[in-house]
């Protein structure tokens, strides 16, 4: 076993005696392969490595095998077994081969699906690489399914482990969320790109990037800034800085652009960089005389910890936008608040939970005049949504029409088993409803269910299984899938496995570490505008307050940590995520707090915001009890003023409501 493992470490990432100069790194398959990513994502979290993007590099995981072997020996053995493929300088990465019965009458795209519809009967998918040097690596592969074949994974690898440069069919998926990417993901089918980007993180920070430039399909529906029509390839094309200061907790930041086309293009990488670094100026002036316009603008800020112990379990959080607040940058508005939790195994089981809610006007897009390019087919690839897959869950875009702009909301929950006979089954079930009462909405939607059962057993290295999808669609429509499959790509486990010397998950939790609930009450006011006459503040008021955190110390004195909270702010139920919560001990029982993220404000259409502020603690006032008290504010949460009851706004104003909400928080926790 330590001979394979070395052949790996060499076969990866061979640095031919160089440390500090490694080699380029194969991707393992981006939701192509279920059973590998899942057990993938277990090894990432008992090996403290917090994913903020995909696809996984292979030698990612390889760096967090020896920690996570020290946890749970049967899954580590079965992530190796499978990692094996790549250690040669040619093979086959993975092939996989479905056949499905369908009926009904709905032909969704699948969530995350390449483009793949609900009534198709068939995909292929697979991988080869031939790895000549340790710093040349080239991958060829595709994914094909009834209406379309696209190369995906086909592309050319050159440089280092810190400057990877990605030629071809890359996959990109900015975000931790597993099931919902805001800015790009696998929703629609792979578009070539040019990306650079570092798997092995720099300095003391931790420092990740990654920046692409990719060419979207064709469309002959590109406005122009004076409202004519051209036809052309836009372009998107997008960065990505990240920290990882401490092992298990990650912070990134990430912005894309969709612009040119046909007659729209000419932008100079001077055009691009003044959109990305004063996006306000790009969406409401213009460049200047002379610079062609920029079109679509999206931004998201994310977050992964990682709690460790018997049960340990990953938190994360993204929170994005495709606008500025009224005009004014940094803050981003028209926002969506998504969050999760992975637990990667409760005895036999794991579970996966995540949720998702969005304002109106994502990955839809028309002309301002003189300033701002327009895309009315979409931000699409081949007429599926770059981002989330509630994008193609609405009226969509015709050759006279836009898509709907409705905002709403939605909830997976992904529950897995492995028996002790071995295999892995897996149920996963989606919830979403589109805000079908508000000015943006064309249709009376239903709410969309979506629900898959599969079970997949080792067989001679392949995985074979069945899987059944149905659900009904936000038009009412039903189908029906049952399909099976056979997968070159086994890493799971088999009958017996799980007898190792090594217990799964017997850990036990780092000394300092804390999960927490408080309770309190919350004095604060709101200031409101709504751009009608004038903006007012409410009556302080009180309300209670609740809380769920977790913290993992860091240093002696300093702690990170994440929270979910629940107010009541004059009978509006506020909710809002610590992204980041850091804590200072001094050495006797007081400590200070300060903490960033957003929240969600309901206000007949919900308001997003950022949250932030700062507070102190008495630790251990009883044992095992902490008081505190903090300052809070919720700064500029907007909501787009689509509900029929709104008021008119001034006829100089924005068409957006303004909410921001300070107070204190006085509140009792109870560590465990």
């Known amino acids: 076993m330590k001979k394979r493992a070395l052949l790996l470490a060499t076969g990866v990432i061979a640095s031919q005696g160089v440390a500090h100069a490694l080699g380029v790194s194969p991707y393992l398959p981006l ?60 093979g086959v990465e993975f092939t996989s081969l479905s056949a499905a019965a369908t009926a009904g009458k709905s032909d969704i795209t699948l969530p995350n699906q390449h483009g793949e519809k609900a009534q198709s009967p068939y995909e292929v998918a697979a991988a080869a690489y031939i790895q000549p040097s340790s710093y040349v690596l080239l991958n060829v592969g595709g994914v094909a399914y009834q209406g379309r074949a696209t190369p995906t994974g086909t592309m050319l690898s050159l440089g280092f482990d810190w400057a990877q440069l990605d030629i071809g069919w890359r996959d990109h998926w900015w975000s931790p969320m597993t099931d919902s990417a805001m800015l790009i993901s696998t929703e629609a089918p792979t578009m070539p790109s040019i990306t650079l980007s570092n798997y092995r993180p720099l300095t003391r920070l931790g420092l990740q990037y990654e920046a692409f430039l990719a060419r979207m399909s064709e469309s002959d529906r590109i406005q122009l800034i004076n409202g004519d029509l051209t036809r052309g390839f836009p372009k998107m094309g997008g960065m990505r800085l990240g920290i990882e200061p401490v092992s298990g907790w990650s912070l990134s930041a990430q912005r894309v652009l969709i612009w040119g086309g046909g007659a729209a293009g000419g932008q100079s990488v001077s055009d691009i960089f003044q959109a990305f670094v004063d996006p306000n100026k790009a969406q409401t002036t213009g460049l200047g005389a002379g610079s062609a316009a920029i079109g679509k603008q999206e931004a998201s800020l994310t977050s992964r910890f990682i709690f460790p112990g018997r049960v340990p379990f990953a938190v994360y959080f993204e929170y994005a936008g495709n606008d500025t607040i009224a005009g004014h940058p940094p803050l981003i508005g028209k926002a969506d608040l998504s969050a999760g939790v992975d637990f990667p195994l409760i005895g036999p089981f794991s579970l996966i939970y995540e949720f998702d809610s969005w304002s109106p006007t994502w990955y839809v897009h028309t002309y301002e005049p003189g300033v701002e390019t327009g895309y009315p087919d979409g ?42 006979f071995g295999g892995l089954m897996q149920l996963q079930l989606r919830a979403l409803v589109n805000e079908d009462h508000t000015l943006f909405a064309l249709y009376q939607y239903k709410n969309e269910y979506l629900g898959s059962l599969s079970y997949s057993y080792p067989w001679r290295g392949y995985a074979v299984g069945a899987e059944v999808d149905a659900g009904r669609d936000v038009f009412g429509s039903n189908y029906l899938r049952l399909e099976g499959y056979l997968r070159d790509g086994d890493a799971l486990l088999r009958g017996g496995d799980d007898d190792s010397e090594t217990a799964a998950f017997a850990g036990d939790r780092p000394a300092g570490d804390e999960l927490y609930v408080s309770a309190g009450a919350d004095y604060s006011r709101t200031y409101i505008n709504m751009h009608v006459i004038k903006a007012y503040y409410t009556a302080w008021s009180a309300g209670p307050y609740f809380a769920l955190g977790a913290r993992r110390e860091v240093s002696t004195h300093q702690d990170l940590g994440v929270a979910v909270e ?12 610590r992204m980041l919560d850091y804590r200072y001990r001094f050495n006797g029982p007081l400590a200070l707090n300060a903490f960033l993220g957003a929240s969600r404000l309901p206000e007949g259409t919900p308001a997003y915001g950022v949250y932030a502020g700062a507070g102190v603690q008495w630790r251990n006032v009883l044992p095992g009890w902490d008081v505190g008290l903090d300052y809070r504010a919720v700064v500029d949460a907007e909501r787009e003023r689509d509900l029929p009851t709104d008021p008119e706004p001034l006829a100089t104003a924005k068409p957006d409501a303004i909410y921001s909400v300070t107070g204190l928080t006085l509140y009792l926790s109870r560590k465990f």
């Open 31 to 90: 939701n192509l392969d279920p059973e590998v990513e899942t057990q993938v994502e277990r090894v990432l979290i008992l090996g403290d490595e917090p994913v903020m993007t995909r696809p996984i590099p292979a030698a990612l995981v390889l760096d967090a095998l020896p920690k996570a072997c020290e946890v749970d020996r049967p899954l580590c053995e079965s992530v190796r077994r499978y990692l094996d493929r790549y250690m040669h300088t040619t």
């Open 379 to 420: 931000i699409t690839n081949y007429g599926d949504s770059i981002g989330n897959w509630f994008g193609d869950q609405r009226v969509l875009a015709t050759s006279s029409t836009i898509a709907d702009q409705v905002g709403g909301q939605s909830n997976m929950l992904r529950l897995g088993w492995e028996p002790s």
């Open 566 to 577: 629940a107010d009541d702010i004059g009978g509006r139920s506020l909710l809002s995520v």
